[in-house]
């Protein structure tokens, strides 16, 4: 027994590799998983003449977007993607990029695929200029103000990568339409959907917090800095629920609250608390996030009798993958390995028991449903789980 734990504490020392349950991961097979899985996604998904990507795989002809709230564009048959499942490619080989030598090949793949193809979503026609849910080239689709938003994070992390002007270029001009849709209802804070301006939300408020203070990192403009605390402070005020420290959903114009809580609003306030204290050095901040890092394991987890770590409850996959966001930063300035240990041990039983034949994956935690349909924003949210944690080791 001593000599077992003498090898567990070594492992944990190195960070080089961990032991679950069931098998041991070696220092950098979470970046081989990342690039296998994203070479899947573009064979599948990929179209032969556009850089556009396909919603479902194989091509689901009952597929209905519900989550744009518009039943008449849901309802639309789609040849393509819309902007939040693309825009999660994005987000994955942004992630990519970051890793070593992954620059080289991988923003070649930003620039030549993805930003393509995402030209076909940008919107000149209404002012400002701001990306619709979908293809320019079809009638007119609702603009969201959370799906800019994801968009201007990873513009900024291009630019704070690269150092490229024209990804900075792009991500302002992204802010200018984010600030376009907040008003002083409710005291502020920004609207969900540019066209239904009923509701504001903590996903179209935290991560407008977190981007704003990324383009202070970017440019040190201080101007950025107070927007991200503001944002902050504005949702920590009407949205948090002061009995657990988790994020509502939204507050609509006549101060109803939307209670329901997902891992993504709480993960991007998290995110944003770990940004200001990096930035501020204000003790606040940390206890803030330390705080929302709790709750987030207690209600977004559960203990499973046959796996000895807490395992992700059934959610939107790529909701997960942006609450990780959230603790990866928190890492980042308290050194405490104990969440992102936990999200490892979460993607390698993933790897082992959730995925098909042809490499892609189900989301369900529990191991029992299988769905032959795949979503695209399901397969890049573990592109960039997976990248993300390459980076500490995994």
């Not at 977007?65 to 080989?93: D, I, R, T």
Request: hydrophobic share 35%; with cysteine; proline share 2%.
């Amino acid at each position: 027994m001593k000599q077992v734990n003498r090898i567990t504490a070594t492992l944990l020392l190195t960070g080089l590799c961990y032991l679950t349950g069931y098998t041991q991961v070696k220092k950098g097979q979470f970046s081989e998983r990342a690039q296998k899985t994203l070479d899947i996604i573009y064979e599948k998904y990929g179209h032969p003449s556009s850089q556009l990507l396909t919603e479902k795989y194989p091509f689901d002809e009952n597929f209905k977007a519900e989550y744009l709230n518009n039943s008449e564009q849901a309802a639309q048959q789609k040849k393509y993607a819309y902007l939040w499942p693309f825009s999660g490619s994005f987000s994955a080989v942004n992630t990519l990029m970051e890793l070593p030598k992954g620059k080289a090949v991988y923003q070649k793949i930003l620039d030549k695929r993805v930003l393509v193809g995402l030209r076909e979503y940008r919107d000149e026609s209404r002012k400002p200029t701001g990306y619709a849910s979908y293809i320019n080239s079809a009638p007119a689709s609702d603009r969201f103000y959370d799906d800019n938003i994801w968009l201007g994070i990873d513009f900024t992390d291009s630019y704070i990568q690269t150092k490229k002007v024209v990804y900075l270029q792009h991500a302002k001009e992204i802010w200018t339409f984010i600030k376009s849709g907040e008003d002083d209802k409710l005291g502020g804070g920004i609207y969900w959907c540019e066209q239904k301006k009923e509701s504001k939300n903590t996903c179209s408020n935290a991560p407008a917090a977190v981007f704003a203070l990324k383009l202070f990192e970017a440019t040190k403009e201080k101007d950025y800095l107070n927007e991200g605390r503001r944002l902050y402070e504005w949702t920590k005020a009407g949205l948090q629920d002061p009995t657990d420290k988790l994020y509502w959903d939204n507050i609509h114009l006549n101060g109803t609250i939307g209670k329901a809580k997902y891992s993504y609003n709480s993960g991007q306030m998290l995110q944003a608390a770990a940004l200001l204290y990096k930035l501020t050095k204000e003790k606040k901040y940390l206890v803030d996030a330390q705080q929302l890092a709790v709750a987030c394991l207690d209600y977004f987890f559960q203990s499973k009798n046959e796996q000895d770590f807490p395992v992700l409850k059934n959610s939107n996959l790529w909701f997960h993958a942006v609450m990780m966001r959230g603790y990866i930063s928190l890492f980042e300035q308290d050194a405490n390995r104990k969440y992102i240990d936990i999200f490892a041990k979460n993607l390698d039983m993933a790897w082992d028991r959730m995925r098909d034949g042809e490499g892609l994956f189900d989301v369900d935690w529990t191991l029992e449903k299988k769905n032959k349909s795949k979503w695209l924003l399901d397969q890049c949210a573990f592109v960039e789980m997976y990248g993300r944690l390459a980076k500490f080791g995994y």
